[in-house]
Each structure stands twice: as C-alpha cells, then as structure tokens.
C-alpha cells in the first residue's frame, strides 16, 4: 500500500494555508451554510473563498474536499442540492457525503466527481460500505470512531473501498450522525444544522468558589478551583448517577492515534484525518506539521517519533478512544 494521506481540517482561509504549507494531503473545508457540521459564526467558506482555496492548494499539489455532511431537511433540500453543484462547478477534488438521497443525486447529477462518505453515516459493517459503493459509487468512507484496529482491519479486508480514520483531535463519543442532545438542549441539531453545542447557548457562571459551565440553560458541569474548563458539550458533561457526578458518556479528552500508525498502515487504513475544523490556524500549523513529521519518519522505515501534543489537546489529556478500547 502507497503511504497514509493526511487529511487536515479547513475552517478558514487562513487555517487552509496553515494546514497546506504544514503539510496536508488534503483540506476538508465547507460552505458558510447548514449544509455542513461545523456551521458556525466565523467559519466556513464562501463560493469565492473555495475557489481561491482550490487554486492556493492545486498549485501546491494538495487536494481540497468539500464536507456536505448534514441530512437535508424535508421540503428544503435546494441548498444541500446548490452545495454539490457548486462544488463541482468550482473543481474540488472529492464531496464529503452522509445522505442517501444527496449521494444519488451527486453520483447521477455529477458522475465525475468523486464521493467520499461522511463519518455522519455511521457506516461500520461490510454490508452499509458495499451498498454505498454499489449504489452510488463512493470511492472512500470515513469510519466512525466505535471500531477497534482488528476491526478495522476485517472491515478492509472484505470491502473494495478506500478507508480513512480519524487519528487526532475532538473525540464524538456518539453514533455519528445519530446525536441528539445538543438538539434537546438547544432546538439546534448537529445532524441537520450542523450545530452541536452552538456558542450562543453558552453560559460561564461563577457559583462560589466554583465556575459552572451551561448549555441552554441546562447546568452541563462544575469546576472546581484548578480543574480546566471544557466546552460544555453534554456528551462530556457530568452527570448525577449512583454515589454522585461522574462522566457517563466522554470524559473531555482528545484523540491522538500518532503510536498506532504501524497498526493503522496494516489494518489496510488509506487516509489519517486530523479533526479540528473550529481550531485557530496556530493549531492547525502545529498539529498537521507534527503528524507530517511522524508519517515521513515512519515511511523510512524507523519508529514513529514521540512528538508532544499535550498542548493541543481537549481537558489535558489524550487517548487511543476505541481503537485499542483502553477507554472499557
């Protein structure tokens, strides 16, 4: 097998440039619009911004894929429609899909652009991956993070399609593209508005001597005097069950798969992805550079390095998520 592709996230023209000339294969990006799970105020792209993105990466020999990964919303599907010709209008190299009706329209609409499909579809069995490649024609699928390498490596050894995994970043502890608890709490779902934990349902309050984090007015966690303050997801919230708080679902926590690439490599895994697309350009440069250094180092044959990432990463701490089920 060729070498790993990295895969590096793109929530701003400035963190495509970043992640580009620090190394990426490839940039997945969105437009500023619902029609992708990072729809956040500040980010995201316009029509114009792709195609500058396009010629910026094209010129540098890196890919640019365009992330159309929520669910269409009944009787509305013109925007979600309007993003996949756009984004085959302006020449990306692959489109990130979830929906099956969208992935019919792209493969029947567009028979010449390339599918990828979206961890959103939460495709993990042979018999979902087969029925996406032979009714649509999708080249690759992002895999959910609920697999274990072994399984992984079953997986691609029955399928004839490209995998990717994610190997670093924010770790969604749900059935991707089936959460909704930021929808309970906000009435803004991340699978059709592509919003989870939207910032304006936000609050940081002081409560003595500690500081409370709230999501929709819904109290998501307390900190005591020294403990880091995550973002108040309510997957990673604590929760009162049997003696007291604890984390029920996910400890905040980011995942960093970097040890695992000779693992990953004989799993038969195509592409790494670098979660992140809400990150500042400084992280994107750090974290894309870092993985880059470890592939070329492992492509020549020696030990993947240790390069520390501690200052990347969510709540201070790290983990190998299912992978290596060290989380059971």
């Not at 000779?262 to 670098?274: D, M, N, Q, T, Y």
């Not at 750090?286 to 990432?309: C, K, N, Q, S």
Request: proline share 5%; hydrophobic share 40%; charged share 20%.
């Amino acid at each position: 097998m060729d070498n790993f592709e990295l895969i590096c996230p793109a929530g701003t023209p400035a963190a495509l440039r970043a992640a580009v000339d620090a190394g990426a294969d490839a940039v997945y990006l969105g437009f500023r619009d619902e029609t992708n799970a990072r729809n956040f105020p500040g980010l995201n792209f316009t029509r114009q911004d792709v195609a500058d993105a396009v010629d910026y990466a094209h010129a540098r020999r890196v890919e640019v894929y365009v992330a159309i990964n929520t669910y269409p919303q009944a009787g509305n599907l013109g925007p979600w429609r309007k993003a996949v010709d756009d984004a085959a209008r302006l020449k990306v190299d692959a489109v990130i899909l979830a929906d099956p009706g969208l992935l019919d329209y792209a493969a029947k609409r567009h028979p010449d652009l390339r599918l990828h499909l979206s961890v959103q579809a939460s495709a993990a069995n042979v018999e979902a991956i087969r029925l996406y490649r032979e009714a649509f024609g999708v080249r690759r699928v992002v895999l959910p993070r609920v697999l274990t390498v072994p399984e992984i490596a079953r997986l691609n050894a029955e399928i004839d399609i490209e995998t990717e995994v994610f190997v670093f970043g924010g770790l969604c502890p749900m059935a991707e593209g089936r959460c909704s608890l930021s929808s309970y709490a906000t009435g803004l779902s991340p699978n059709k508005q592509g919003v989870c934990s939207p910032a304006n349902h936000v609050r940081y309050e002081q409560r003595g001597g500690s500081l409370a984090s709230t999501l929709g007015g819904f109290t998501i966690n307390v900190f005591g005097e020294g403990e880091q303050a995550g973002y108040p997801t309510l997957c990673k919230g604590r929760f009162v069950a049997g003696d007291g708080p604890a984390y029920l679902f996910e400890e905040p926590t980011s995942l960093n798969a970097m040890d695992l690439l000779p693992e990953l490599k004989a799993a038969g895994v195509r592409a790494l992805k670098i979660e992140g697309r809400q990150r500042g350009k400084a992280y994107i440069a750090a974290v894309v550079r870092a993985y880059r250094e470890a592939l070329e180092t492992f492509a020549a044959g020696r030990p993947v390095p240790h390069i520390d990432l501690q200052a990347m990463v969510e709540g201070g701490t790290q983990t190998t998520g299912a992978y290596t089920r060290a989380w059971r």
